[in-house]
């Protein structure tokens, strides 16, 4: 990333885009990962993108994961995106790896 770009600012930038798409169909877009936290060494920047829609909407899921790779090739940054449904989401507070992205992330929506 260059100027001074953060992938904290790429996921804001992502979470502000994808909200105003399809703010009515995103419960949580919550960014983490390495990248967030700023321990990321790498040439590529990844950053892991939680997101969990109110249903289970395959062609909002793939306009997201467009946009995903959108906003990255702009901002330098390689987003890797998660979606759940809500109702597999509620299911699955407590796995690991969405604890992880909610106690360690940063949330958008």
């Given amino acids: 990333m260059s100027d001074g770009a953060t992938a904290g600012d790429a996921a804001a930038a992502f979470a502000d885009r994808a909200e105003a798409a399809h703010g009515e169909s ?21 950053t892991e993108i939680l997101l969990v829609l109110e249903e289970d909407d395959e062609t909002v899921e793939q306009e997201l994961e467009a946009l995903a790779e959108t906003v990255g090739l702009e901002r330098g940054v390689v987003f890797s995106v998660h979606v759940l449904p809500a109702d597999r989401f ?20």
Avoid: M
């Fill in 26 to 46: 995103i419960r949580h877009l919550v960014a983490f990962g390495a990248a967030v936290r700023g321990d990321d060494r790498g040439v590529h920047t990844e």
């Fill in 90 to 109: 509620e299911a699955k507070r407590d796995h690991p790896f969405v604890r992880t992205a909610l106690e360690e992330g940063t949330a958008h929506v």
